[in-house]
């Protein structure tokens, strides 16, 4: 079976906090921050966009997985910011790792499962035979409207990882399933700057029916209990919807926390989920089990079960982990913010 072989995720070193926004709009801070649950998030920089971000999270994953870029198979990067209408993303990451021109490469886009989406075409080609190594990535930049909910959310980064044969794999890939319905909670028409959003209707018909449907799912298919999990990540728009999907599910704060990012990053789209997961094989032990569940809105969720094998101690030793990342920050006012924001329109 198909496995992670290496994995790299990236975080902007630049942060705004919720006050800072907050005291923008004449908005209460203190309730925002406590019913979003984010403090502050990761802002790119006027030179970071999907791409780069993307580029990033894969050079480490590469480096990780030790090897040449001319192994790789496919690229697959998943977003939902792709700095071209028309010009892949995944072009521009496969000639930076050097793994052009004998291979195939696509931009996927399913809001913020599109990652997990590539994870999943990823896994069938290796599967297959047809190819050895495969390279996915999940990475978006900050898409808010001034003064709307998502300004406070919206952030900027993203994972990416090598599947290649489980022989080699730090964590193998046991069982993955999707859930999909055609529910518009949230959008975003052409040539619109930001997307729209549906409110409330984004919670239980949307996220929750997705993320606990798909869960359920795998762990009937399994034949396992939540409990036989040491570690569970869930799509996180927010830290509520991920702690309200667990406390459903029975998950423990012990298993979903590791990979709880929201707080300190914000909502990272594509990146969201994987960047969990990183963070999860960062401090993961062998034989350990993780269960992870994306979900992106129009909607579906992607739900995985993984193993945990001895090749992880050695491997995530060869890169800066999540942790480093997080802690390595730069706070911006709300009007470098927008400067930023605009340098990336231009």
């Given at each position: 079976m198909?496995?992670?072989?290496?994995?790299?995720?990236?975080?902007p070193?630049?942060r705004?906090?919720?006050?800072?926004?907050?005291?923008v709009w004449?908005?209460?801070?203190?309730?925002?921050?406590?019913?979003?649950?984010i403090l502050?998030?990761?802002v790119?920089?006027?030179d970071?966009?999907?791409a780069?971000?993307?580029?990033?999270?894969a050079?480490l994953?590469?480096?990780?997985?030790?090897?040449?870029?001319?192994?790789?198979?496919?690229?697959y990067?998943?977003?939902?910011?792709?700095?071209?209408?028309?010009?892949?993303?995944?072009?521009?990451?496969?000639e930076?790792v050097?793994?052009t021109?004998?291979?195939?490469?696509a931009?996927?886009?399913?809001?913020c499962?599109?990652g997990t989406a590539g994870?999943?075409a990823?896994a069938?080609?290796?599967d297959?035979g047809?190819?050895?190594?495969a390279?996915?990535?999940?990475?978006?930049?900050?898409q808010g409207?001034?003064g709307?909910a998502?300004?406070?959310?919206a952030?900027?980064?993203?994972a990416?990882?090598?599947?290649?044969p489980?022989?080699?794999s730090v964590?193998?890939?046991?069982k993955?399933?999707?859930?999909?319905t055609?529910?518009?909670?949230?959008?975003?028409r052409?040539k619109?700057?930001?997307p729209?959003?549906?409110?409330?209707?984004?919670?239980?018909?949307?996220?929750?029916?997705?993320?606990?449907?798909?869960?359920?799912m795998?762990?009937?298919?399994?034949?396992?209990e939540i409990?036989?999990?040491d570690?569970?990540?869930?799509?996180?728009p927010?830290?509520r919807?991920?702690k309200?999907?667990a406390?459903?599910?029975?998950?423990?704060?012990?298993?979903?926390?590791?990979?709880l990012?929201?707080?300190?990053?914000?909502n990272?789209?594509s990146?969201?989920?994987l960047?969990?997961l990183?963070?999860?094989l960062?401090?993961a032990?062998?034989?350990?089990l993780?269960?992870?569940?994306s979900?992106g809105?129009?909607?579906g969720?992607?739900?995985?079960s993984?193993?945990?094998?001895?090749?992880?101690?050695?491997?995530r030793?060869?890169?800066?982990?999540?942790k480093?990342m997080l802690?390595?920050?730069r706070?911006?006012?709300?009007?470098t913010?927008?400067?930023f924001r605009?340098?990336l329109?231009m």
């Amino acid at each position: 079976m198909a496995g992670i072989v290496g994995y790299g995720a990236y975080i902007p070193v630049y942060r705004i906090k919720s006050e800072e926004i907050a005291a923008v709009w004449g908005e209460d801070a203190e309730r925002i921050s406590k019913g979003l649950g984010i403090l502050e998030k990761a802002v790119g920089g006027p030179d970071e966009d999907a791409a780069t971000i993307a580029v990033e999270a894969a050079r480490l994953a590469l480096k990780r997985a030790s090897i040449d870029g001319r192994e790789i198979g496919a690229v697959y990067i998943g977003s939902e910011s792709h700095p071209y209408a028309v010009k892949p993303t995944a072009t521009i990451v496969a000639e930076a790792v050097g793994a052009t021109p004998l291979m195939t490469a696509a931009d996927l886009e399913f809001a913020c499962k599109a990652g997990t989406a590539g994870l999943q075409a990823a896994a069938g080609l290796v599967d297959s035979g047809y190819i050895k190594y495969a390279l996915i990535a999940g990475a978006d930049t900050a898409q808010g409207r001034p003064g709307d909910a998502l300004e406070y959310s919206a952030a900027s980064g993203g994972a990416a990882f090598v599947i290649g044969p489980s022989q080699e794999s730090v964590a193998i890939l046991e069982k993955t399933l999707s859930f999909t319905t055609d529910t518009p909670d949230f959008w975003r028409r052409p040539k619109a700057d930001y997307p729209m959003h549906g409110g409330r209707f984004t919670g239980k018909p949307a996220y929750f029916k997705h993320v606990i449907n798909a869960t359920t799912m795998l762990l009937e298919e399994m034949g396992r209990e939540i409990s036989d999990y040491d570690y569970v990540v869930f799509h996180q728009p927010n830290a509520r919807f991920p702690k309200e999907a667990a406390k459903r599910l029975g998950v423990r704060e012990e298993q979903l926390l590791p990979g709880l990012l929201v707080p300190y990053v914000g909502n990272t789209y594509s990146g969201a989920s994987l960047l969990g997961l990183a963070a999860v094989l960062d401090v993961a032990e062998p034989g350990q089990l993780v269960l992870v569940t994306s979900y992106g809105s129009g909607a579906g969720s992607d739900s995985f079960s993984f193993k945990i094998t001895d090749k992880i101690e050695e491997v995530r030793e060869r890169g800066v982990k999540v942790k480093e990342m997080l802690e390595r920050k730069r706070y911006i006012s709300y009007a470098t913010y927008v400067k930023f924001r605009n340098k990336l329109k231009m």
